[in-house]
């Protein structure tokens, strides 16, 4: 296992899969994913040949998505506190099971849209509970100066896979049929479950376990509470749906209004998924040269652009080719935010925060397909693709006004600035709600800029393991502020103080120390509840 402190200063793009652990997983990986998409190729196929309308097809993703909805946040709390390989190894099982049942289905001809998409479902399941323990996974193999280029490679596998995947598919399918590419696609997961059991052991689970609703919250509350987090996912949002059309219409606009089998089919996915590796192996230059809100607003550009043409053309060779520019658009933003999502969460809240990542990019996702299908089935396939550019075009347009944040790791290193309490709390409240009190003497003429430092150490306390916040001014001293700030116990309040404070929270509460006089005068107070005695 690699040790955390062994960081560069700006690690290779190349550098993680020199690490024999990470490039064992990319790769099986990578397989994986190629038997995905596969899969993906095969059942939007299969609808195609059974006469299926645009809706009944886009369902497809969205049952392969709508899984996250239901199972990423609780599979994050048990990526954080369970042991991760064996975590994936039994999704991986799972999933093995569902695909072969899938096969055997087909290759019997039993197979109708209605058991397809529960299939789907199914598969969904497997893949949403196995990403916040593969996403925390990724850390333990790697120092974290490489986590951002740990995090490229893996969506470059993604995509290697998109390139591949379909193109493959495309050719076999009139080989294997669509059963015999289901029966492959449950194989990969046989070679991922091999080499995880090969696989380094993870870091063991972290000191402070919650309960598992608390987990959940703790999690939801630290990205509620990271504005960094909170404008990464709202450009994701405003990208993934309108950018979802062509991964949910793709196959009906192949069959339909491009005269395409399944061979031209395969070969409109490749050439989104070479353009993909294209974008993925620029990225890291990219990323050097120009700021990451550039980034993608440029790619909002490009995606919207090749989404008006693939909706006003019926040249498949004109498709294919502005298909590639599509995907490297896909890949800069997609894998661009997920990078900078990991490298700025902290260790103790890392799987349970990237979940919330996965549920919002995969609720974009299922919401989105779902969308874009009816939309095709009430003005049709050129319509839709010509509305989806439109919006991605108005989207970027709107990056000037709400930037990303600067997500860099600089201030990212754990700090313990607070001075030791020197509290022994009775064994009465030892497990009891602590409610931690500020007093404040606020210089004259500088309130404003106090309140300004508080908004921004509100986020801090609750980010760190607050669950309640607030600030008071007193009624015969308007210079004295007291900040309140509740923590579930003693035990939690130690950890945030020792192990969660980062050198970004010691600048803002020295932002807040520079409006006030002398250091604040802190109290700790223990919850009780009142015994109520009997009536004599």
């Not at 490489?146 to 490229?152: I, S």
């Not at 490679?153 to 050719?171: D, F, H, Q």
């Not at 919650?210 to 509470?225: D, M, P, T």
């Amino acid at each position: 296992m690699i040790a955390k402190g062994s960081v560069t200063a700006e690690a290779s793009s190349w550098a993680p899969l020199r690490r024999g652990a990470f490039r064992a997983l990319w790769i099986a990986s990578f397989v994986s994913n190629v038997g995905s998409w596969m899969q993906t190729v095969g059942a939007q196929w299969l609808l195609v040949d059974q006469h299926a309308g645009a809706l009944v097809i886009s369902l497809v993703q969205s049952a392969s998505s709508l899984p996250v909805l239901l199972l990423t946040l609780p599979a994050g709390v048990v990526a954080e506190f369970a042991d991760r390989r064996k975590v994936l190894v039994g999704t991986q099982v799972f999933q093995v099971v569902v695909g072969a049942a899938l096969a055997a289905t087909t290759v019997a001809g039993r197979t109708t849209p209605e058991l397809l998409l529960v299939f789907t479902f199914l598969l969904g399941c497997g893949s949403a509970a196995q990403l916040p323990a593969y996403q925390a996974f990724v850390p333990d193999l790697v120092p974290r100066g490489e986590l951002a280029p740990a995090a490229a490679l893996s969506s470059l596998g993604v995509n290697l896979a998109r390139a591949v995947g379909p193109a493959v598919a495309g050719l076999l399918v009139t080989q294997l049929g669509v059963g015999g590419l289901f029966a492959l696609n449950a194989a990969t997961f046989v070679v991922f479950a091999l080499v995880l059991l090969r696989s380094p052991a993870p870091a063991p689970a972290v000191a402070d376990r919650q309960s598992f609703l608390a987990g959940i919250e703790a999690g939801g509350r630290y990205v509620r509470h990271a504005p960094v987090v909170r404008r990464i996912l709202a450009r994701l949002v405003v990208f993934a749906v309108p950018a979802n059309v062509v991964w949910a219409l793709l196959a009906p606009l192949a069959h339909d209004r491009l005269g395409l089998g399944s061979t031209g089919y395969g070969l409109l996915l490749g050439a989104a998924g070479i353009g993909s590796v294209g974008g993925a192996l620029v990225l890291p230059r990219l990323r050097r040269r120009v700021s990451a809100s550039r980034l993608v607003a440029g790619a909002g550009v490009v995606f919207g652009a090749a989404m008006v043409v693939v909706g006003t053309v019926r040249s498949p060779a004109l498709v294919l080719a502005v298909l590639v520019p599509t995907g490297a658009a896909w890949i800069a933003v997609i894998a661009g935010m997920n990078a900078a999502t990991q490298a700025f969460l902290p260790g103790w809240v890392r799987a349970r925060a990237l979940s919330v990542y996965q549920l919002v990019l995969f609720t974009s996702f299922a919401g989105s397909a779902a969308l874009w299908g009816l939309v095709s089935s009430l003005a049709g396939l050129a319509t839709t693709f010509v509305v989806a550019g439109v919006l991605l075009l108005a989207g970027a347009a709107t990056v000037p006004r709400w930037p990303l944040l600067d997500a860099a790791t600089t201030g990212r290193e754990t700090v313990a600035y607070w001075p030791d309490p020197a509290v022994t709390p009775a064994a009465d409240v030892a497990t009891a709600p602590v409610l931690v009190s500020l007093r404040y003497r606020v210089r004259a003429g500088e309130r404003a800029g106090f309140l300004s430092a508080m908004a921004d150490l509100r986020d801090t306390r609750l980010r760190t393991g607050g669950t309640s916040w607030a600030l008071y001014r007193d009624a015969r001293d308007e210079d004295v502020h007291v900040e309140q700030y509740t923590v579930a116990s003693w035990d939690e309040h130690r950890r945030q103080q020792e192990q969660r404070l980062t050198g970004l929270d010691q600048r803002v509460q020295e932002r807040v120390d520079q409006h006030t006089d002398g250091a604040a005068e802190v109290a700790h107070l223990f919850r009780l509840h009142p015994v109520k005695q009997a009536e004599e």
